[in-house]
C-alpha cells in the first residue's frame, strides 16, 4: 500500500490531480481539493456504506459503487465469493487484469495458485471465502492508494460480518496492514497469530508474491500449516 499520490514526483501528481478533478466533474463539482491530502473529503457524498442484510445485496452494491477514483478504469468490480458461512476467509489486495475482466477475484496466475495452496491443506475453493481489499483494479496493476482502501474498507468489514469466519489470511502486506492497521511489513506480521475482532489472523505472502520469489514458499508453507492447525481446532 502507498501513501496516496506520489508527491515526490511533480508530472505524476499534475496527471492525478487532473484525474480528480475530472472524476469530481462527473460528480457535478467544480473545484480541486485544498491538497491532495484531502482526496477523502472529495469522495461523493452519500458515500457512506451501511450494514447490508445480505452477502447478495453486498455484492450489488460493490458492483454499483462509484466511491473512489478506481470506479473509472474498471471493467467491472469484483466482490468476494465463497459461502457466507465459511470458516476462513483469504483476503488479496485488489482485482488484476483477469479478474477484472471476469469479475471474480483470484482467477488469474496467482489466483491459480491460492487454489493450489488451499488445496494443499486438504480444503478446495469452494469451502473458502476469497476476497480482496479493494473491489476494483487499479491501474497497471499498482497498489491501492491508502484513500482508495479507506473508501472500500466497510465493504470488507461488511464481508467480514456477514460471513463471520472464525480465522482471516491476509494475502500480502496490503491486505495485512489494512486489517492490523499497521505499516508493518508482511514479514513482520506473518509467522504467528494475530487478533483481528476476536478472530485468527494469520498472514502470509500474496500468491503473486510467491510466484516471483518461489523460495518464500516454504515460509508460506508454515503459514499454511498453521491456518489449518486451527482450522481443525475450531471443528
Ligand atoms: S474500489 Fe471499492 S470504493 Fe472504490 S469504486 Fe471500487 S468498490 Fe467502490
Known sequence: MVPGPDQTNPGRLVGQLQELLEFQKDWGRQFLPKSVKNQEAALPKGSLHRPYESGAALSRAIVECQNCLLARNRRQAVPGEG???????????????????????F?????????????????????VYITNVVKCRPPENRDPFENEVEACR????????????????????????????????ISDLRGRILDFKNRQLIATYHPAYLLRNPGAKREAWEDLK??????????
Open 83 to 105: 459461502p457466507q458461512n465459511s470458516i476462513l476467509m483469504f483476503i488479496g489486495e485488489g482485482p488484476g487484469f483477469e479478474e477484472d475482466q471476469q469479475g471474480r477475484p
Open 107 to 127: 482467477v488469474g496466475p496467482a489466483g491459480q495458485l491460492l487454489t493450489k495452496m488451499i488445496q494443499a491443506i486438504n480444503l478446495t475453493r469452494e469451502e
Open 154 to 185: 466497510s465493504f470488507l468489514e461488511e464481508e467480514i460480518r456477514l460471513v463471520d469466519p472464525r480465522i482471516l489470511v491476509p494475502l500480502g502486506s496490503c491486505a495485512a496492514q489494512t486489517l492490523t492497521r499497521t505499516k508493518k511489513k
Open 226 to 235: 498453521r491456518v489449518r492447525r486451527e482450522y481443525d481446532g475450531l471443528q
